[in-house]
């Protein structure tokens, strides 16, 4: 149990970033400078960590907190330290504008207990829940390098073989996490990070905090919209109920926008957008790639089907399908405009309608 307040008898304040350190680090883990001993601050100094800014707090005397790297719609996201195995971590905490015992605050902490049960190399794997000394809840994560698949996109496609790659590894993660009664709601190019594994890529679904977790009582009603506009499927902008089958809708989306380097539906505003989406059908793939085959614009045709009865009906279906349709294709448009993955903190992008 962590106590209320954190002493500061076993911290050194450094003199090269003006926070404190445990006394056992040799240098500042943000400048590589040596910390000087002497500056050990007074037996019986108190501290009470900021929740606007927690760098260089230590959790639950395990998790040194870095640098901040994220900013999202319910947390903020640090780069940390497990001090006693010396390995990097990710540990979100929730903002400091949800108040205790909000839904905000119970959404938060069922992300990391929702996550935690899908065990997938495509899915980011979270280590622990915790919370702060004035009890806001942080989740420890995998720390990953690479970028989000939106770095790469805006308007930039990616070549044919890479999108049913990447479409296939998203899919997969989502079976698993299907398997587990967890449905997404808002699977988007900023929630699908490029990671690089021993020289590999590997798509990894992150950020669970809209989660709905069928195994437990849910927390919105009907009526409530939650997701990101361009990636809602029908019933999610009507404020329906819904299943699996909107994370399907949405990996089609993604998949298309991949492949086309466009989004199926447009709109000036909200209402001309959500109005697409119900009674718009998107323009197949290959009136913007000439020379496609029939059984891809099938397939997307499937994907986006208004009606989720007439979508595909589980994420191991729309794979095989897609592996199918993508099969013998070579990429007719050499790199176009194909980025190169960087080594980059994650950074959360804040455009996910929540419902207060």
Same mark, same amino acid.
């Given at each position: 149990?962590?106590?209320?307040?954190?002493?500061?008898?076993?911290?050194?304040?450094?003199?090269?970033?003006?926070?404190?350190?445990?006394?056992?680090?040799?240098?500042?883990?943000?400048?590589?400078?040596?910390?000087?001993?002497?500056?050990?601050?007074?037996?019986?100094?108190?501290?009470?960590?900021?929740?606007?800014?927690?760098?260089?707090?230590?959790?639950?005397?395990?998790?040194?907190? #870095?640098?901040?790297?994220?900013?999202?719609?319910?947390?903020?996201?640090?780069?940390?330290?497990?001090?006693?195995?010396?390995?990097?971590?990710?540990?979100?905490?929730?903002?400091?504008?949800?108040?205790?015992?909000?839904?905000?605050?119970?959404?938060?902490?069922?992300?990391?207990?929702?996550?935690?049960?899908?065990?997938?190399?495509?899915?980011?794997?979270?280590?622990?829940?915790?919370?702060?000394?004035?009890?806001?809840?942080?989740?420890?994560?995998?720390?990953?390098?690479?970028?989000?698949?939106?770095?790469?996109?805006?308007?930039?496609?990616?070549?044919?073989?890479?999108?049913?790659?990447?479409?296939?590894?998203?899919?997969?993660?989502?079976?698993?996490?299907?398997?587990?009664?967890?449905?997404?709601?808002?699977?988007?190019?900023?929630?699908?990070?490029?990671?690089?594994?021993?020289?590999?890529?590997?798509?990894?679904?992150?950020?669970?905090?809209?989660?709905?977790?069928?195994?437990?009582?849910?927390?919105?009603?009907?009526?409530?919209?939650?997701?990101?506009?361009?990636?809602?499927?029908?019933?999610?902008?009507?404020?329906?109920?819904?299943?699996?089958?909107?994370?399907?809708?949405?990996?089609?989306?993604?998949?298309?926008?991949?492949?086309?380097?466009?989004?199926?539906?447009? #709109?000036?505003?909200?209402?001309?957008?959500?109005?697409?989406?119900?009674?718009?059908?998107?323009?197949?793939?290959?009136?913007?790639?000439?020379?496609?085959?029939?059984?891809?614009?099938?397939?997307?045709?499937?994907?986006?089907?208004?009606?989720?009865?007439?979508?595909?009906?589980?994420?191991?279906?729309?794979?095989?399908?897609?592996?199918?349709?993508?099969?013998?294709?070579?990429?007719?448009?050499?790199?176009? #405009?194909?980025?190169?993955?960087?080594?980059?903190?994650?950074?959360?992008?804040?455009?996910?309608?929540?419902?207060?």
């Amino acid at each position: 149990m962590m106590a209320a307040e954190v002493s500061l008898e076993r911290f050194v304040r450094c003199r090269h970033c003006n926070l404190p350190h445990v006394a056992s680090v040799l240098r500042c883990p943000f400048t590589g400078d040596v910390v000087d001993p002497q500056t050990r601050l007074p037996a019986g100094v108190t501290w009470k960590p900021s929740r606007d800014d927690l760098t260089g707090t230590l959790l639950e005397e395990r998790y040194l907190l #870095g640098k901040r790297i994220g900013d999202g719609a319910m947390g903020s996201v640090y780069r940390s330290e497990h001090v006693h195995l010396g390995t990097t971590v990710a540990v979100k905490v929730l903002h400091s504008r949800f108040e205790s015992g909000s839904a905000a605050e119970t959404r938060f902490l069922r992300e990391g207990q929702s996550a935690g049960r899908i065990e997938h190399p495509n899915v980011v794997r979270i280590f622990d829940v915790g919370r702060l000394p004035d009890g806001a809840p942080y989740i420890v994560m995998e720390h990953l390098t690479g970028q989000e698949l939106s770095a790469q996109l805006g308007g930039h496609r990616l070549p044919v073989a890479r999108v049913a790659q990447l479409g296939g590894q998203l899919l997969d993660g989502l079976a698993r996490a299907h398997a587990e009664r967890v449905i997404h709601r808002d699977i988007k190019p900023d929630n699908l990070f490029l990671a690089q594994e021993r020289g590999e890529e590997v798509l990894k679904i992150l950020d669970f905090s809209i989660a709905k977790d069928e195994s437990q009582e849910g927390l919105t009603g009907d009526g409530d919209v939650l997701g990101t506009p361009h990636y809602l499927a029908p019933e999610q902008a009507m404020g329906r109920p819904v299943d699996a089958r909107v994370d399907l809708w949405a990996s089609g989306v993604v998949m298309y926008e991949m492949l086309t380097g466009a989004l199926p539906f447009e #709109g000036e505003n909200f209402p001309q957008l959500v109005m697409g989406i119900l009674t718009a059908s998107p323009a197949p793939p290959s009136t913007h790639l000439p020379g496609l085959p029939s059984a891809v614009d099938d397939f997307f045709a499937c994907a986006l089907a208004k009606e989720p009865d007439e979508r595909f009906q589980d994420a191991r279906a729309m794979a095989a399908a897609m592996r199918h349709a993508f099969r013998d294709l070579n990429d007719r448009a050499g790199d176009s #405009g194909e980025r190169v993955v960087t080594t980059v903190d994650r950074v959360d992008m804040d455009d996910t309608i929540v419902d207060p």
